[in-house]
């Protein structure tokens, strides 16, 4: 037996007692509260389980619950749980190895390997559709805008001029993604469950949350290489992210979706530099 192991795995299951304690005090579905202490109950006494076998008391970190809990609020109990989740897979594989040393190690197994399916079945998450439409909203702003200020920042030398134009199309693009997400949400309202005007709100707002987010630097540096390559730490930022929630939420692979993105927003960036390159030398355009 491996007592770092074993202890490690000791700890996550006090921090899961803990997290689904917390969810379910919070919780208001009579259902989802139901699972929540069912499952409390189970991660208490996988850690009962350990404590058996370690002899030493583990406190929960509540800094991570904490953490956990933050992440609820902000996108959704089914995002934080399939983030748990993801951990809990290592755990199955731990268990496993056990089998024969400890015949309860099969019992806690098959408890762990059900509770994601047991979970998403069971939840419905209205946050995680209108988180969404934030990472949606986000998405275009960082691929139309990080070519558009790139390209504008090679025609016009003056940081100003790119960070006010930068704004400008920002708020109309944002307006227009607005619109289309609202007409989208409406047709498919019925099903989805999702309020139009909210979810139109949610994308308008993260269009120019992450605009004022790469255009901030042309109004900090004095010099428009220093603007540009902080613009593209942010955009990079933002990238990892918007990827970070997606992978997660979708079960997809993090890596890929960050390098496949940055190809492709700092592709047009590129693009959208020559463009203005050669615009700014064959129109003598010199602002």
Do not use: C
């Not at 509260?33 to 499952?39: Q, T």
């Amino acid at each position: 037996m491996d007592m770092k192991k074993a202890l490690k795995q000791q700890q996550n299951e006090i921090n899961d007692y803990t997290l689904y304690k917390a969810l379910a005090k919070y919780e208001k579905e009579p259902s989802n509260k139901e699972l929540f202490e069912k499952i409390a109950s189970e991660e208490l006494s996988h850690y009962q389980f350990w404590y058996r076998i370690t002899s030493k008391e583990i406190q929960p970190q509540e800094w991570l619950v904490a953490v956990y809990l933050f992440l609820t609020r902000l996108f959704g109990i089914s995002f934080t749980l399939k983030l748990v989740e993801q951990r809990e897979r290592w755990a199955e594989n731990f268990y496993k190895s056990l089998f024969d040393l400890y015949p309860q190690a099969k019992e806690i197994y098959d408890q762990e390997s059900s509770h994601e399916k047991e979970l998403i079945d069971m939840l419905k998450d209205k946050k995680l559709l209108y988180a969404g439409a934030v990472v949606l909203g986000m998405n275009d702003a960082l691929v139309e805008l990080t070519g558009t200020l790139s390209g504008i920042a090679f025609a016009f030398d003056r940081g100003e001029v790119v960070g006010v134009t930068g704004i400008i199309m920002g708020i109309a693009a944002s307006l227009s993604m607005g619109g289309s997400a609202y007409l989208e949400a409406r047709e498919t309202s019925d099903t989805s469950g999702v309020e139009p005007v909210k979810y139109a709100f949610y994308t308008g707002i993260s269009y120019i949350v992450t605009t004022f987010f790469l255009v901030m630097p042309f109004f900090i540096f004095e010099t428009i290489p220093a603007a540009l390559v902080a613009m593209f730490i942010a955009a990079f930022i933002s990238i990892v992210l918007y990827n970070f929630y997606i992978a997660v939420a979708k079960e997809e692979s993090f890596p890929k979706r960050v390098f496949e993105m940055s190809l492709i927003t700092f592709g047009v960036a590129l693009i959208s530099f020559a463009i203005g390159y050669v615009v700014k030398h064959t129109l003598g355009i010199d602002i």
